[in-house]
């Protein structure tokens, strides 16, 4: 009975999901949009619902089956993708220096509030394996 309950869980939530983006013309895929119901769900509740999480964790176990459909609609667009190969390429990599350099930056803002991080901690004139030595140095 739990695992029906989960089931039904998840699947409601995908379904109010994509019933908002067909009613609102939503660019944002309704699978998206139920994931985030069922996080204010969570939320709300307070705790993982018994039924959810043995639901969740026997669809983890098969999480790299769920890919494959992505990856026919992938095929499926193939030529579309080439003609764009290049702009997609650039986009992926200059995205992907930005969200390493946002997460360092975080990073590093959340050391100094935690009080982990002082700012004479950080030498920027020093990269990589040699401000880990000049660390190793520094703290003995």
Known sequence: MPLLA???ILLLCQLLGETLESLFHLPIPGSVIGMVILLIGLMVYGRVP???RITSNGLMRYLALLF???GVGVMERWPLI???LLSIT???IVSAI???ASIALFMRFML???GLLEDHDIDPTLAGAEAVE???EDRS
Do not use: F, H
Request: no cysteine; aromatic share 0%.
């Open 68 to 70: 494959i459909p992505a």
């Open 112 to 114: 100094k509030r935690q």
């Open 98 to 100: 930005a969200l390493q």
């Open 50 to 52: 018994e039924g959810l």
């Open 82 to 84: 080439r003609s764009n």
């Open 90 to 92: 650039v986009t992926l």
């Open 134 to 136: 000049q660390d190793k």
């Open 6 to 8: 989960g089931m039904s």
